[in-house]
């Protein structure tokens, strides 16, 4: 899964303004993107060049993998607490289940650095650094964040069978406690379905939707309250599937999944917000924490509570609301 607060920053943090493809002096700029996490089995850094040459557009240089990626680098982590050092393997994330997306940057090779989550033994609320040696006599890169500790969900209540009631009027209040160093949550649904059609020769076929009903939510403290118009998931629905009358639908269950993100993450937020809009200049401002580089070194936490279902009355909602009649759910 790659919840909004990650692609949010992808999509900044690599973007390509109106002049991309001027030649500049050459430069050697690292640009470096990871997040630890305790809820996930391995880390991933990824390091790379800026392209600036005075030669060669930017644009050509983009799509040459000798030039995005430095030949030789050791890349580790460092838990500050003991000063253990741990390096980080070179991988092709294609092969990684990490495909790089179709645009301006060369697709394959996709190298990413990786380290077994079990071969740290990452702690929460504990200091790490990101040091990277580029070679060639460059300096050290190095840059730090404090790990941030497991989320729990506290609303609705995770030791039970979980149903949720959306209703047209009414609001539900959605209640987790995160790690004292978290800033920035996201809250997302994957609603899960089954789909039949002359297409699918008359067979279901599973299908997964996500809704992001909660975005870059701000929050100091550790416990997170928020609440969501019950009608936001039926208007969701509406928007995110196709109305086709040959169509069948049913209902299966529902994700619930809590991103955590810590205080680098607010930080690229509210930079990256604060001059956006019909009244600002449209020039996005520069996020980094990597001295003589660019990018995010941070930390983020998921916990997914998966099998909810919904309640009859939201079923019924669902197969006979005026904003869902339309989608042919059964169920």
């Known amino acids: 899964m790659k919840p909004y607060l990650y692609i949010l920053i992808l999509s900044f943090l690599f973007a390509c303004g109106n002049e991309f493809d001027i030649i500049e002096e050459e430069k050697d700029i690292p640009v470096v993107y990871g997040f630890l996490s305790l809820s996930d089995t391995a880390q991933y850094i990824r390091v790379e060049r800026a392209f600036v040459d005075e030669n060669t557009s930017a644009l050509e240089l983009a799509q040459n993998p000798d030039s995005i990626y430095y030949p030789e680098i050791s890349v580790e982590l460092v838990r500050n607490s003991s000063g253990q050092r741990f390096s980080l393997e070179r991988v092709d994330g294609n092969l990684e289940g990490y495909e790089r997306e179709e645009g301006i940057f060369a697709q394959s090779p996709n190298y990413l650095y990786k380290i077994k989550s079990s071969n740290i033994n990452l702690t929460g609320g504990e200091s790490y650094s990101l040091v990277i040696d580029r070679g060639e006599n460059y300096p050290l890169v190095e840059a730090t964040t404090k790990l ?184």
């Open 148 to 331: 941030l500790g497991q989320t729990s969900i506290k609303t609705p209540d995770a030791t039970v069978a979980v149903t949720i009631d959306f209703d047209y009027i009414d609001r539900n209040l959605f209640i987790w406690k995160a790690s004292d160093d978290a800033r920035i949550h996201d809250l997302v649904f994957r609603f899960n379905y089954r789909e039949r059609s002359p297409q699918t020769n008359g067979q279901f076929v599973s299908k997964s939707v996500l809704w992001y009903a909660v975005r870059n939510y701000k929050e100091e403290d550790a416990r997170v309250d928020v609440e969501v118009d019950g009608i936001n998931f039926y208007t969701f629905l509406k928007g995110a599937l196709e109305e086709e009358s040959d169509v069948e639908r049913r209902f299966e269950d529902m994700d619930m999944i809590v991103t955590s993100g810590g205080e680098e993450i607010k930080e690229f937020v509210n930079i990256t917000s604060a001059n956006l809009g019909i009244t600002s200049t449209q020039d996005v401002p520069v996020f980094s924490n990597i001295p003589g580089g660019q990018g995010i070194f941070s930390s983020t936490n998921t916990v997914i509570l998966d099998k909810i279902s919904l309640s009859n009355m939201t079923i019924d909602s669902l197969k006979n609301g005026m904003l869902t009649k339309a989608l042919n759910f059964s169920n």
